[in-house]
């Protein structure tokens, strides 16, 4: 069955293909980034449910870049050695699923007490906010360098695979959409030269598999749509990136059409276009669409957010209704509770 079947990214087995998405949790406590035993239990209960992998939540590379006060960062050592504990836990105890870091920077989309917003284009998200400050060249520079060294931070401190966040309207988004990137330098001129620097330098630093985020459809006129999408697609397969992660929205604030399954023919879309695996997102919360998904081949991986917040014993139990879990795989308590489920 193709669901429970391992494959490969890049050099990295994975044992299954459901994996757990980024969501924040908006859960640290002091305003500095760190992660706290919240964390460590959040991503531990995940893994009980042995998905194939899960991607932790959008980790900050700078302090402007956090979304809100209360997100996490990757730019201290006092937040890697936080992040280190729940990495070493995470394979302890759960060594056969594959934990990832999603890194990001919120651009003008950050909600934050102590610093201003940044962006490509002094343009604000909602029309109440106020104007972001606009990047000068050299800055944008510092944020390439400043991404590649939380990657680099990210494999020290034991991250099976990094994904770069370059969806839902943060800050990458913001420079490749031109529906917020009006500069007139060599960053505005070409829209996709701050994801591809961001992507070769990194690339040239990780030895681990290399992720993206893309939000291959944006439901807003003048951004980006499926067929640009694509096309970036094929450009991050040729600059090396092992894997696309695939969502939607986020770079204005409209209204987009929400239902079950509703963004997996833009994960399809992309899939027919590159030969690195691919993911899907979006309202999947029953075993028949995910098999539907993979039997016809719509997405390589199916990603499970408010699914796994809700049950994140989930893919156990239909591995228990279709015989194929194994005493051996969890803890004895543990599996008497799913035979019981």
């Given amino acids: 069955m193709k669901l429970f079947e391992s494959f490969h990214i890049a050099n990295m087995e994975v044992a299954n293909r459901v994996g757990v998405p980024p969501m924040c949790t908006y859960s640290v406590e002091k305003n500095d980034g760190v992660a706290n035993d919240f964390h460590l239990a959040h991503y531990l209960t995940l893994a009980m449910g042995l998905p194939g992998f899960i991607i932790q939540e959008a980790t900050a590379i700078r302090p402007e870049g956090r979304i809100s006060n209360r997100d996490l960062g990757i730019y201290t050592k006092e937040q890697q050695l936080a992040l280190k504990r729940i990495v070493d836990a995470m394979h302890h105890f759960h060594p056969s699923v594959k934990f990832g870091i999603q890194i990001g920077h919120a651009g003008r989309k950050a909600y934050l007490s102590d610093s201003n917003a940044v962006a490509p284009s002094p343009l604000p998200f909602e029309q109440n906010d106020p104007l972001p400050a606009e990047l000068a060249t050299a800055d944008v520079e510092k944020l390439v360098k400043a991404f590649v060294d939380a990657a680099i931070a990210a494999q020290n401190i034991g991250y099976d695979f990094v994904e770069i966040h370059s969806a839902h309207g943060y800050l990458i988004n913001q420079f490749l959409s031109p529906a917020i990137n009006k500069r007139g330098d060599i960053y505005g001129k070409n829209r996709f030269l701050f994801l591809e620097q961001i992507i070769r330098d990194c690339r040239k630093a990780l030895q681990i598999p290399l992720f993206v985020r893309v939000s291959a459809e944006e439901f807003f006129p003048d951004g980006l749509h499926i067929q640009d ?113």
Avoid at 269 to 293: D, M, R, W
């Fill in 229 to 341: 999408h694509v096309k970036i697609a094929q450009q991050l397969e040729s600059l090396g990136v092992d894997f696309m992660d695939v969502s939607t929205a986020g770079v204005a604030p409209v209204k987009i059409p929400v239902g079950p399954m509703y963004q997996v023919p833009y994960a399809t879309a992309i899939k027919n276009a590159v030969k690195i695996p691919v993911a899907c997102v979006g309202l999947i919360t029953h075993y028949e669409q995910i098999s539907e998904i993979l039997s016809e081949n719509k997405a390589d991986v199916v990603l499970l957010g408010r699914k796994s917040l809700h049950d994140p014993f989930f893919l156990l139990k239909i591995k228990q209704k279709l015989n194929l879990l194994k005493e051996h795989e969890i803890p004895a308590y543990l599996y008497r509770g799913i035979l019981t489920a």
